[in-house]
Nanobody, 126 residues
Framework: VQLQASGGGLVQVGDSLRLSCAASGRTFGSGVTGWLRQAPGKEREFVAAIDDWSGTLKHYAGSVKGRFSISRDKAKNTVYLQMNSLKREDTAVYYC???????????????????WGQGTQVTVSS
């Protein structure tokens, strides 16, 4: 599985941005694709995840719930992260990652994901 993240950039507080994660070497099955991020000097953290099969099971970190939305286009083999009302604390390198099955309860952490793409930088300035 190869994952290619894109869409990062420099935006201002309150702006919106959409990240894309294009997957190759796999088809959507029973796994999960997620977005995780790492801010400077901080540990990598979970942001959002979506089940590959139905695209209806979604999980979000509390810090982004209500502002970020994860979705996927099965035909394009791509997962998106729509980020609205961006805050300075959202500044980080964002990674997409996948795992082969769903985790009961949906309480994901970075160690739950086996395949990772390269990151895309998101910088939110005031």
């Amino acid at each position: 599985v190869q994952l290619q993240a894109s869409g990062g950039g420099l935006v201002q507080v309150g702006d919106s941005l959409r990240l894309s994660c294009a997957a190759s070497g796999r088809t959507f099955g029973s796994g999960v694709t997620g977005w995780l991020r790492q801010a400077p000097g901080k540990e990598r953290e979970f942001v959002a995840a979506i089940d590959d099969w139905s695209g209806t099971l979604k999980h979000y970190a509390g810090s982004v719930k209500g502002r970020f939305s994860i979705s996927r286009d099965k035909a394009k083999n791509t997962v998106y992260l729509q980020m609205n009302s961006l805050k300075r604390e959202d500044t980080a390198v964002y990674y997409c990652a996948s795992r082969s099955n769903r985790k009961v309860g949906g309480n994901y952490s970075p160690s739950d994901f086996a395949s990772w793409g390269q990151g895309t930088q998101v910088t939110v300035s005031s």
